[in-house]
């Protein structure tokens, strides 16, 4: 039995808004060893089905259309923010100035320098913060991470990290608040390459140095509708309006170990759907893994008899797998990872300690994507320096 209850108000229903709020309701009923029970006390959206939804379907307390209104209640311990990136800066400063708890989704803001005010303004309020960075929590990730700081693939000499997806391959995916770069931030950068590059630090340690480019390839889409997200379809005769941020970004790292890194993102490729894939080689050994087959990890060894790579299964001997599945090559998915990340973010709020990954990590990887915008200007290497506020 647990006794801790943590409020969660729940800032955007849309997507990631619902994921987080289906996973803080189960995590009762998938981690056995919690020390707390999440209650959904608020959601706010200004959708009006999206907050009957949130009472009716997911039994949140009590919605509301002003976001304000649901960080001040008082039942509430922890603000979840799920809404567009240009809404990250004032919820989250709002939240942590009244003294809340403060996951992000990522990457925190839509530009670097919102990041850095974000994190600056958490941490002087000294709330735990948690960002969505969830592919950390893949339970193969977390194997691989273990192979390598174990020395299994010896010592490390390249990484290969891309996030190639189609949900703007077509010219008639609508012009989503993704789109632009005064509502999302950057592009491609901001929303996938994020992920990537985040991944790669947690799995071969910093980045020093960086050289990148970016492009749009469609520059016009048509207007949006009412709650239409970047999953829907226009018509060709529909008005249109302009795309204002990246639609590939492609860059080349040097890594603090001395390793080599190449990166690519697209949200407008034809072929890979939503492949959030990384490769890293080593002098002893090589692994590779695919969120699309996400059950999955690619390892080579060079000990092994046989040569080629070895499809390695998940299974509940690997971290968190055995709480959704029992056995082997019984496959968790998507929402899954989230639930993980909650159940491990409010776990630290429960004990009072810093989450990974929070705010200080997200911040890394805005100050790795600075350091890539300037060399998008220069057309040069540029290092990475960190952008944390003082
Ligand atoms: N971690 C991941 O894998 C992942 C995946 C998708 C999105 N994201 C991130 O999650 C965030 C949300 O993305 P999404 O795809 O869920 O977006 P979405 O467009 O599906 O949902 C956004 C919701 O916010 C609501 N909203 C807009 N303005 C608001 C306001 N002023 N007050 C309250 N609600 C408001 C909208 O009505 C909508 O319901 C983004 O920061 C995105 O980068 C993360």
Redesign the pocket.
Same mark, same amino acid.
């Given at each position: 039995m647990t006794s801790e209850r943590i409020g969660v108000a729940v800032?955007?229903?849309?997507?990631? %808004?619902?994921?987080h709020s289906r996973s803080y309701a189960r995590i009762p009923m998938i981690f056995a060893d919690r020390t707390y029970d999440p209650r959904l006390v608020v959601c706010?959206?200004?959708?009006e089905s999206?907050r009957v939804e949130a009472v009716e379907s997911f039994g949140f307390e009590t919605a509301v259309?002003?976001?304000q209104e649901a960080i001040v209640h008082p039942g509430v311990d922890v603000v979840c923010?799920?809404?567009?990136?240009m809404?990250?800066e004032e919820?989250a400063k709002a939240a942590a100035g009244a003294g809340k708890h403060v996951f992000?989704?990522?990457?925190v803001g839509g530009t670097p320098e919102e990041t850095a005010r974000v994190e600056k303004a958490c941490r002087d309020a000294g709330v735990i913060t948690g960002v %969505?960075?969830?592919?950390r929590f893949a339970p193969l990730v977390q194997y691989a991470k273990k192979l390598i700081g174990s020395g299994e693939l010896g010592t490390i000499t390249n990484y290969r990290g891309r996030f190639f997806s189609m949900y703007g391959a077509d010219p008639l995916g609508l012009l989503?608040?993704?789109f632009k770069i005064d509502q999302?931030g950057h592009g491609a950068s901001?929303?996938i390459l994020s992920?990537s590059m985040d991944l790669a630090m947690m799995l071969n340690g910093p980045i020093t140095r960086v050289v990148g480019t970016g492009e749009t390839f469609i520059r016009e889409r048509p207007l949006p509708k009412e709650?239409?997200?970047?999953y829907d379809r226009g018509h060709p005769d529909d008005p249109t309006g302009e795309v204002t941020n990246e639609d590939y970004f492609g860059a080349l790292a040097v890594f603090a170990n001395g390793s080599r890194g190449t990166f690519e993102a697209s949200r407008a490729i034809i072929g890979p759907e939503s492949q959030m894939a990384f490769d890293i080689y080593g002098t002893e050994g090589a692994l590779g893994w695919n969120l699309e087959t996400m059950n999955e990890l690619q390892l080579f060894l060079t000990g092994d008899t046989a040569t080629g790579y070895t499809t390695v299964r998940a299974g509940d001997r690997l971290p968190y797998h055995g709480n959704f599945v029992p056995g082997d090559a019984n496959s968790i998915g998507?929402e899954d990872?989230?639930t993980i990340e909650d159940y491990e973010y409010l776990s630290a709020v429960a004990a009072g300690r810093k989450h990974v990954a929070g705010f200080d990590e997200a911040l890394e990887w805005v100050s790795v994507q600075a350091a890539l915008m300037r060399s998008w200007e220069s057309g040069q290497w540029e290092d990475v320096v960190s952008i944390r506020e003082d």
């Open positions: 800032l955007g229903f849309g997507w990631m %808004g619902q994921a706010a959206d200004t959708l999206r259309a002003d976001w923010i799920c809404a567009p990136n809404l990250h919820m992000c989704e990522k990457p %969505g960075y969830n592919y989503s608040w993704r999302a901001t929303d992920h709650g239409g997200t970047h998507f990872l989230v």
